[in-house]
């Protein structure tokens, strides 16, 4: 069975940062691009960031120059730097991965939890 479990996400005043993580555990064969996702209140999931392997990234337009996305591939761990937020970054941060079990299975897709991200002064 796999998890993802974050962390990190809080209340914070405009302008301020936080950063969010998020661990694979599990029987995990290969894991392969990591990244998060955020969901408003009445709006759909929407993705944030993406990173691969081997550490390429893809962003949103809306948090291009204020987030981060990294990770740490022998820990299983991806990681959010968000800078400058703003209130409408408010929203539900979900980590997501897509990962193998063993070998020959298929490329499957695993969801956290949630963490809530809160800006307002």
């Known amino acids: 069975q796999v998890q993802l479990v974050e962390s990190g996400g809080g209340l914070v005043q405009p302008g301020g940062s936080l950063r969010l993580s998020c661990a694979a555990s599990?029987?995990?064969?290969?894991?392969?691009?990591m990244g998060w996702y955020r969901q408003a209140p009445g709006e759909e999931r929407e993705l944030v960031a993406t990173?691969?392997?081997?550490?390429?990234?893809n962003y949103a337009e809306a948090v291009k120059g204020r987030f981060t996305i990294s990770r740490d591939n022998p820990k299983n761990t991806v990681y959010l730097q968000m800078n400058s937020l703003k209130p409408e970054d408010t929203a539900v941060y979900y980590c997501?991965?897509?990962?193998?079990?063993?070998?020959?299975?298929?490329?499957?897709?695993?969801w956290g939890q949630g963490t809530q991200v809160t800006v307002s002064s």
């Open positions: 997501n991965a897509k990962l193998k079990l063993e070998p020959m299975s298929p490329l499957n897709t695993y």
């Open positions: 599990g029987s995990i064969f290969t894991l392969y691009a």
């Open positions: 990173i691969t392997t081997f550490g390429a990234t």
